[in-house]
């Protein structure tokens, strides 16, 4: 059995295809981890989540910022759903959306397999965090999108405040703490105070700000984190973070990670050549 971790597809189906093919990807036997922003911008999100949820038994999903925004649209009356781009409306309104959207909202924001070593998230931790505590956060998230209540969560889910998680948050303001971390940070100061602004690669954030992983003074991991969400980062190996968000849905590549060997194993299909660079972008 193998175990593949993929980067943000954020709909580009036809380089998953191309992925999936490379890997010999076999469903009776191997595993995918897929670190979030399944759809948008890549053009065919609608294909991209049939695809996925036709794996949904041999797959696991932590959801990105563009997901939690498709859930959250879904919660609109039909007419401001219909003024989304044209990706997106192909999703709401297809015949199968609220089976596909359904399984959306009950996938994790965190993940953690003890047994070979790895957890996987799609933006960050708070520095502040070790891995069970994190583990607790993104658990009190997901019970609350998987619940009948989940519509007033997805219904307040956009704003920048809080910047930091705190344990003495309560309620809306503790889960969106929660999901700004786990599905938004790139920046963030010493108290975990995220830069929501800032996108480009280490060396360009502003002062007194950094890479999540780099925080001074942070929770030491023993564990290997594997993460997506900013492209501008890149393929990167340190501190037992891994990330495989290579932009490729802005002309890069589309990168999975293999996890279950001595060394993590890189694979990556190019872009398709109409996709465009766009730096900085998420």
């Known amino acids: 059995m193998a175990i593949y971790a993929i980067g943000d597809i954020q709909g580009c189906y036809p380089e998953l295809q191309r992925l999936l093919e490379k890997l010999r ?10 670190c979030g922003d399944l759809v948008n911008r890549g053009g065919q999100s609608l294909d991209t989540l049939r695809l996925v949820h036709s794996l949904r038994d041999n797959v696991i999903v932590t959801l990105g910022n563009h997901d939690l925004s498709l859930l959250a649209i879904a919660q609109r ?4 759903q219909a003024r989304v781009n044209p990706e997106l409306r192909e999703v709401l309104f297809a015949e199968d959306a609220p089976m596909l959207l359904d399984w959306l909202r009950t996938q994790k924001l965190l993940h953690l397999d003890e047994t070979i070593g790895w957890a996987m998230v799609h933006a960050g931790l708070a520095p502040s965090w070790t891995l069970k505590q994190a583990q607790r956060c993104a658990v009190e998230v997901e019970r609350e999108l998987a619940s009948p209540r989940h519509t007033r969560l997805l219904k307040n889910l956009f704003g920048n405040r809080p910047a930091a998680w705190s344990s003495r948050l309560q309620g809306i303001e503790r889960m969106r703490a929660s999901i700004n ?23 360009t954030q502003k002062p007194g700000m950094y890479p999540w992983f780099e925080v001074p003074g942070m929770r030491k991991r023993d564990t290997r984190i594997v993460c997506g969400h900013w492209s501008a980062l ?8 891994y990330g ?32 465009k660079r766009m730096p900085g972008e998420d």
């Not at 009356?77 to 401001?80: E, G, L, M, Y």
């Not at 100061?189 to 690669?201: H, M, P, T, Y």
């Open 25 to 34: 990807f076999d469903p009776a036997a191997d595993r995918l981890w897929l």
């Open 77 to 80: 009356k039909q007419d401001a």
């Open 181 to 203: 971390t786990l599905t938004r940070m790139r920046y963030c100061d010493v108290n975990g105070r995220i830069d929501f602004e800032s996108k480009g690669a280490p060396g």
């Open 234 to 241: 890149g393929r990167f190996a340190g501190m037992d973070v």
């Open 244 to 275: 495989i968000d290579t932009g490729c849905v802005w002309g890069g590549k589309l990168t999975a990670l293999r996890l279950d060997g001595e060394e993590p194993q890189y694979i990556t299909v190019d872009a398709e050549p109409h996709r």
